[in-house]
């Protein structure tokens, strides 16, 4: 059955992403949070155009994905959970949880360590923050990524399932966390004890240092309320934070040629 549905995990996982995508572009238009600043054609002109490289890219050095490792780490007997006997629920719900932490963690080193800042800031240099944003990341990160991951799922010896699963949350997360959806503050306190909401990832995008550097998940909140990254609200409000890297605040970020060229610029 994992085999089965390995198959189709491209399609799976590109359709709900489309949905998705469509879904939150359209709650975005009919009810903004706040108001963009830079030309909305522009950034979404480069940013599609980089999802596009990216999944190009992928496909040329890892036509497997993740997934086939998962498959090929079962085959092989590698990995916690083929080594263990375990209900294939449970090692599917651990596999999420864990590959979850292994994303916020990731994510942090991504702020933390100076060469993996080099190339994530493209991601922070948009200069606005919508569903678009999401699939902003620089060819560079997104093989390190695989590969991080792929050592990961080895490592748990994930089932290809929870993988597929995984990945699909992830992209669906990303895409509604990012969007410039409104939502009322009675819902967003609710949600964001469960999952990651525009407002409580919108702080990670401001301008200043000291939010930047907080709410590193994508998907669970509980990894930043965990370790003392959690930041409730911009200082300045969700109208009026500053959105992007502040030394990169003109319309460079919304070209294409110059956000690929991110990680080889000298500003920090």
Known sequence: METIIADHESAIRLTASAALFALFALSEWVKPRRKLTASKSQRWITNLSIVVLDSLLVRLLFPAAAVGVALWASSAGYGVFNLIAMPFWLSLIISIIVLDFAVWLSHLLSHKVPVFWRIHRMHHADPDIDVSTAIRFHPIEIILSMIYKAAWVVLLGA???AVILFETLLNGTAIFNHSNTKLPSAVDRIVRLFLVTPDMHRVHHSTLRDETDSNYGFNLPWWDRLFGTYVDQPSKGHSAMDIG????????????????SVPFLKKS
């Open 159 to 161: 089932p290809a399932a």
């Open 245 to 260: 890297l502040p030394q990169w605040q003109d319309e460079r970020p919304t070209r294409l040629g110059w956000s690929l």
